[in-house]
């Protein structure tokens, strides 16, 4: 046989060994799907109950994306620097996505911008980065903070019956610009309905012991979880008959609920923060071209009239055991 | 077979050799078969696999259904040997009620949270474990106590919720089902009506439901009532986020069995079941994107099987059609080794009877056709000489005629001594022209022979020309055919110089050029056009009237034949300056044997054998 008789065979040989390779690559890569994305939570005391709904949020997320969700162990941070080397390092441990609840807002951006070169980021409950030009790998997941703030006013003066003429503001911490925001959207509207602002106290060691020395306000809002908490305590030792409203998730709010302690409450949707932000890594990680969009989070009004309604208990309740 | 594949074989087929034919046809044949074999295969397998999920899923689904039945009938066992044993036979006021019901509780609670009897207004009558209702809280408001006194014959389960009629500790809240059943009750020795609530630990379906999630990552199971209110699914708050979507109005509606696309869950399948004394659905959902994802690596593996056995197939069918041809092609390179001149080729003989025959066959032929040219070479020999021999018996009489008419002239005039000497060179030139039957001589001789010639035509043309020969010594010793040059020199008399009256020149030239021999003579006579110089060589030129051609073409066939193609004449003339007449011949030197050796192999092999 002459050799130029062969160039029938060599063009279906060299399909045929081009189709065994890919499928050979494709049917390993498949036998192989052991590899598992990880995606590295850092958020302040990782182990408090206020994250109940985020780690289920999360958790969802990781069984439908066949993620890994390390939950980094943290306790409470001195600045938003040791949170952010924290992500620094869990990155170099092989993080390929990184969610943070920044501890504050001020040079989050600088300092996540080298981090987010090389690993996606998702920042939740604040809007500290509004400029997410760093090649799509920085989003935010958060609610509206200011309308939040506004809502929290507007349940509280519905829930009080009667047009409250001061409040007191626990503000929490003021370093985040999510928490600035509410602020904001509460004090607007608080004017806008003549109610006067009597103190403002931002986040601190003993706020119990704080809220003894200072004029008692016909309500008290509240605009983080720590900080509701901290005047629950206060409310329930100081027998107190001020109407007391604010911002939490925590497992403990329903007890404080039910028992009237607190009038209501406004919980964000942090199940859908931890899952959305997770699934969105998860989408990018697996194909470059989704961008990390920023997530608009919804918030549910809760008082001790709707807190056994079917679709509040999940939220209250997240945890059947 | 459609034309067009016929017409795609052939072309094949002659565009190919055998072995390509072979193997190419075996490829696509083998490729076809194992292609559609894999096909019918994998949807067989596919097919098979899916009905195979969709029993293991009702099995599974079954066997779910059976725990849960075990775990609601033991529920309604307690409910009932509480009803039964406990409450309805007793005065409800008696103290030693509650130990006993404490007893059960004790025996049952990993399944419980608690149980309580209200009466028909909502009024707590006792709980177990102790509890305080919970201030504001009205438990005739609650759809178990309704449904309860409503349907005072039935049990009934309630959907999953939080149980928020008694007291808690922060963080003690219990995700129940309330079972809740009308009951006769007796307070007092005074009868009534009443509603015993058994509320059931969620946990322990939900955790029984959740490990029946756990083995597979696509496909899942949940389970809602008989209206489509969902009571567990494993994701069940993104159904309420609204980032997942489930129909289970449209699955809970269908008795139990097998469904396809079933409501808005398109492409997937659903199997429901009936759980029994509740209503509830359980139902089992395989997407069909997940059961193609779990297909994907079986996919895979028959594309790289079906790759790999057919360039398993390709390299088989290489081997056997070389196999199969290897004869044909060793028979075929006999007969090209034939066609390209060898007269004695090795011809295969070997392979199957069929290939063996044809290469005898072609043995035979080969013999034949060797035997046969051996003829035809001495019948072209035979034919060869005679045309010599005829050529040079053209040469004799034409001379002779002339020379003897000359010597008839001179002793008519009286010219005995020039008659004389003329007589002696014709001896001479006879001589030579015998030359013992030899046809190769030395160019010496020939020259010799041309110088008597001449002398003999100067005496019969009284010297009205001149004749100059001038002859290189290395040329002497090598070999021609004999009388070349006499027929020139006599066309150079008659046409060139015999009519220009003393003033006529015949110049004789042998020299060695290029490694070969020339002769040129050369006269100064009338010429010829050269057209006409060009036609002296063809055959034509025999038909020419004055007949000058004639010689000139003997002597160019003579030489042609002996030496070969690439020797002869060259005739180069002018009208009115003269003609030239070149002898080319190879360089060979004369020997006895050169006319034998000629003879025996081509003259032009010959001759290059002997320059190289």
């Not at chain 2, 689904?61 to 059976?66: F, I, P």
């Not at chain 2, 005065?91 to 509650?98: F, H, I, N």
């Not at chain 2, 567990?232 to 809970?252: N, S, T």
């Not at chain 2, 209503?279 to 790289?304: C, D, H, N, T």
Request: aromatic letters at 8%.
């Amino acid at each position: 046989m002459e050799n130029r008789d062969n160039i029938y065979l060599i063009p279906l040989a060299v399909i045929l060994i081009l189709l065994a390779v890919w499928s050979a690559t494709e049917f390993f890569e498949l036998t192989q799907s052991d590899h598992r994305p990880v995606i590295a939570v850092l958020v302040e005391d990782s182990e408090s109950g206020r994250w109940t709904q985020l780690r289920l949020g999360l958790e969802q997320a990781q069984q439908d994306y066949n993620l890994r969700i390390r939950f980094v162990q943290t306790g409470r941070y001195e600045s938003v620097e040791d949170q952010l080397v924290q992500a620094g390092a869990a990155a170099k441990e092989g993080a390929d996505g990184i969610f943070l609840i920044p501890v504050g807002s001020e040079g989050t951006q600088e300092g996540l911008s080298d981090l987010a070169f090389s690993r996606m980021v998702v920042l939740g409950e604040t809007d500290a980065v509004k400029d997410t030009s760093e090649g799509n790998r920085i989003a935010v997941a958060c609610p509206d903070n200011r309308a939040m703030g506004a809502d929290l006013v507007r349940m509280a003066l519905r829930e009080e019956g009667k047009t409250p003429r001061t409040a007191g503001i626990l503000s929490g911490n003021q370093d985040q610009a999510g928490l600035r925001d509410r602020l904001e959207g509460a004090r607007d509207f608080l004017e806008a309905q003549g109610v006067s602002v009597i103190w403002d106290r931002p986040r601190s060691g003993s706020l119990a012991d704080e809220l003894n020395g200072l004029e008692e306000p016909d309500m008290i809002l509240a605009l983080e979880d720590e900080a509701l908490l901290a005047a629950a305590d206060w409310k329930q030792a100081a027998g107190a008959g001020t109407g007391l409203y604010g911002i939490g998730c925590s497992n403990t709010l329903a007890w404080l609920l039910d028992r009237g302690i607190i009038g209501g409450v406004i919980v964000p949707d942090e199940f859908g923060m931890g899952y959305r932000s997770a699934a969105m890594i998860a989408d990018r990680l697996e194909i470059r071209s989704v961008p990390l969009q920023d997530i608009t989070l919804s918030y549910t009004e809760v008082t001790p009239a709707n807190m056994y309604e079917e679709s509040i208990e999940r939220l209250l309740f997240p945890e059947i055991e | 077979m459609d034309k067009r594949i016929i017409r795609l074989r052939d072309r094949l087929y002659e565009a190919a050799g055998i072995q390509t034919a072979i193997a190419v046809s075996f490829t696509l044949i083998f490729s076809l078969v194992i292609v559609l074999l894999s096909l019918v295969l994998y949807s067989q397998f596919s097919a098979r696999s899916r009905g195979m999920n969709i029993d293991s899923t009702e099995r599974f689904l079954n066997q779910t259904r059976t725990s849960l039945e075990d775990y609601l009938r033991s529920m309604r066992r307690f409910s009932d040997a509480m009803y039964y044993t406990s409450i309805k036979n007793s005065d409800l006021d008696e103290s030693g009620l509650y130990s006993e019901l404490n007893l059960m509780y004790e025996a049952n609670k990993d399944d419980l949270i608690s149980f309580a009897i209200f009466s028909d207004d909502g009024t707590l009558i006792s709980a177990v474990p102790v509890s305080v209702r919970k201030e504001g809280a009205d438990p005739s408001s609650q759809e178990w106590f309704q449904a309860a006194m409503e349907e005072v014959e039935n049990l009934h389960f309630s959907v999953p919720h939080v149980q928020n009629l008694f007291e808690e500790t922060a963080g003690q809240y219990h995700w129940v089902i309330s079972l809740s059943r009308s009951i006769q009750l007796t307070r007092g020795g005074v009868p009534g009506m009443g509603v015993l609530l058994v509320d059931m630990n969620f946990s322990r379906i939900a955790q029984m439901l959740a490990r029946a999630n756990e083995d597979s990552s696509y496909q899942y199971i949940y389970l809602c009532d008989r209206d489509g209110s969902i009571i567990y699914h494993p994701r069940q708050r993104l159904i309420e986020e609204g980032l997942f979507r489930e129909d289970a109005l449209a699955a809970a509606s269908r008795p139990d069995g097998t469904y396809e696309n079933i409501g808005s869950g398109q492409g997937q399948i659903t199997v429901v079941k009936t759980v029994s004394y509740t209503g509830w659905k359980l139902i089992s959902v395989i997407p069909e994107a997940g059961w193609q994802l779990g297909m994907g690596r079986f996919r895979y593996l028959v594309i790289l099987l079906i790759s790999l056995t057919l360039i398993g197939v390709i390299g088989i069918t290489q081997l056997v059609s070389r196999q199969i041809s290897r004869p044909l092609l060793q028979l075929n390179e006999s007969v090209r080794d034939l066609e390209s001149g060898n007269l004695y080729p090795e011809i295969y003989i070997g392979g199957s009877r069929e290939v063996r025959h044809l290469g005898q066959t072609v043995e035979a032929s080969v013999r034949r056709i060797r035997a046969l040219m051996q003829d035809l070479v001495v019948q072209q020999e035979l034919k060869r000489q005679s045309e010599l021999d005829a050529l040079q018996s053209q040469i004799n009489p034409h001379f002779l005629y002339n020379t003897l008419d000359s010597v008839v002239w001179m002793i008519e005039g009286g010219h005995d001594q020039e008659a004389v000497r003329m007589i002696g060179d014709l001896a001479s030139l006879l001589r030579i022209s015998i030359s013992q039957g030899r046809t190769i001589i030395p160019v010496a001789d020939e020259i010799r022979h041309a110088r008597a010639y001449m002398e003999i035509q100067k005496i019969r043309y009284r010297n009205t020309f001149e004749v100059d020969f001038e002859v290189s010594p290395e040329v002497e010793s090598m070999a021609t055919v004999k009388l070349i040059i006499q027929p020139i020199l006599e066309n150079a008399i008659y046409y060139g110089v015999r009519e220009m009256d003393g003033e006529g020149e015949i110049r004789v030239r042998a020299y060695l050029e290029g490694g070969d021999v020339w002769i040129d003579v050369e006269d100064n006579g009338i010429g010829i056009p050269e057209d006409q110089a060009k036609r002296l060589l063809t055959e034509r030129s025999r038909e020419l009237v004055h007949g000058n051609g004639v010689g000139l073409l003997n002597v160019h066939s003579r030489i042609r034949l002996r030496f070969g193609q690439d020797y002869g004449l060259v005739i180069e003339s002018e009208p009115d300056e003269g003609t030239r007449v070149r002898i080319h011949l190879p360089a060979i030197p004369y020997r006895e044997t050169l006319e034998a050796e000629l003879s025996s192999g081509a003259g032009k092999e010959g001759a290059d054998g002997e320059q190289g």
